[in-house]
């Protein structure tokens, strides 16, 4: 299945294609535009020649902050971001064996295939993943990649539930983009409004 979520045809393919690239994604994906977040990983790809978690990993700092840095940048806080990337990267190369799709399809330790809130416990372990960027992960992957693990809409709510337009899970289209984005505007100010009384 090919996402939609950058209005770059590459960068979406590098997404459908490379679940690393997509972990990525999901990694860049704060404090700027969800686009500019997803199209990271063909930006960090292009200037280094690979998205091989062990290269990535194993790079050195200054330059890899640099490559972040170049125009057009990767993220607005390229230095730490940088960090976090190369983070996940050692910990995906070294717990993965460098396969970032294990992580939602690798048997537990009891051979069977992990469930949803398996799924959940294995990415909130990884650096830079709290409980909502988790949530919304496993949501992409049930929702855009097929990903079928038990439970997985329960486990990932609310952003697994059918028909929401609540983050990136929901995206597959411009229009459905622009749905999004408005209902993250609408979420954040009725958070915001309430915060203030």
């Excluded at 855009?144 to 990136?168: C, M, N």
Aim: charged share 25%; aromatic share 6%; no cysteine.
């Amino acid at each position: 299945m090919t996402l939609h979520i950058t209005g770059d045809t590459a960068a979406d393919a590098l997404l459908s294609d490379d679940p690393f690239a997509l972990l990525l994604g999901m990694l860049l994906d704060q404090q700027i535009a969800m686009e500019a977040a997803f199209a990271g990983p063909a930006k960090i790809r292009d200037r280094i020649g690979t998205l091989d978690p062990s290269a990535i990993a194993g790079y050195d700092p200054d330059e890899f902050a640099a490559i972040f840095k170049q125009t057009p940048a990767v993220h607005r806080f390229p230095g730490s971001m940088a960090t976090r990337v190369q983070t996940i990267a050692d910990v995906v190369a070294q717990d993965w064996n460098g396969d970032a799709a294990a992580i939602w399809t690798a048997p537990g330790s009891d051979g069977a295939a992990p469930d949803g809130a398996e799924v959940l416990r294995r990415l909130k372990a990884l650096p830079g993943f709290g409980e909502q960027k988790a949530k919304i992960f496993l949501a992409l992957l049930g929702k855009r990649l097929g990903v079928t693990a038990a439970g997985w809409r329960e486990a990932s709510a609310p952003y697994g539930e059918d028909g929401s337009l609540r983050s990136v899970a929901d995206i597959v289209d411009p229009e459905s983009l622009a749905r999004v984005r408005e209902s993250k505007r609408a979420a954040k100010a009725a958070a915001k409004e309430s915060a203030g009384r």
